[in-house]
């Protein structure tokens, strides 16, 4: 596995673009909170192929493991430990190019290169956040960054 697949075709924005309006009508008359998490997951690791993309909920002080897509992940992390629980105790998206020079990190999965994480916030607190990782370096930007949180806004919580 030398690159993610990338399944449709486009700029990276463009394939946002189009996903978008696919997911809010995945979620639109749904309130199960795990059904739409599962359905926002499967519809990004679809687009884009990356290694693994899911999310980790607060419960009790700190992140659990909720649906995904990859291979098997870390079950719980503590708030400041890895990129997740950065994250969660800056309560703002952390892009990480290489994640062998991410202090801390935790590696789930040998074959993570880089990563992003995006806080779901309610009320001014970290509720969830949405993990991507990629096998490839330097794979995620500002662009990213924009298009996840605007995915994250959409899940009710």
């Known amino acids: ?36 998490m599962a359905n926002v997951v499967a519809a990004l690791k679809e687009q884009f192929g990356w290694l693994w993309v899911g999310f980790y909920v607060v419960k009790n002080g700190e992140l659990v493991l909720a649906p995904f897509q990859g291979p098997v992940a870390c079950t719980r992390i503590k708030k400041g430990r890895g990129v997740c629980g950065v994250s969660w105790a800056q309560a703002q998206t952390v892009i990480v190019p290489d994640v062998e020079k991410f202090p801390g990190h935790i590696a789930c999965s040998s074959l993570s290169r880089s990563e992003i994480v995006v806080p779901l ?37």
Do not use: W
Not at 125 to 147: G, H, K
């Open 1 to 36: 596995m030398a690159e993610d697949l990338q399944i449709q075709t486009g700029t990276k924005a463009e394939q946002y673009q189009s996903l978008i309006p696919q997911i809010k009508g995945l979620l639109e008359g749904e309130t199960d909170l795990v059904a739409n």
């Open 121 to 157: 916030i309610r009320h001014n607190e970290v509720m969830a956040v949405l993990d991507v990782d990629s096998i490839n370096p330097d794979q995620f930007d500002t662009t990213d960054q924009q298009y996840l949180e605007e995915i994250v806004a959409l899940v009710n919580f």
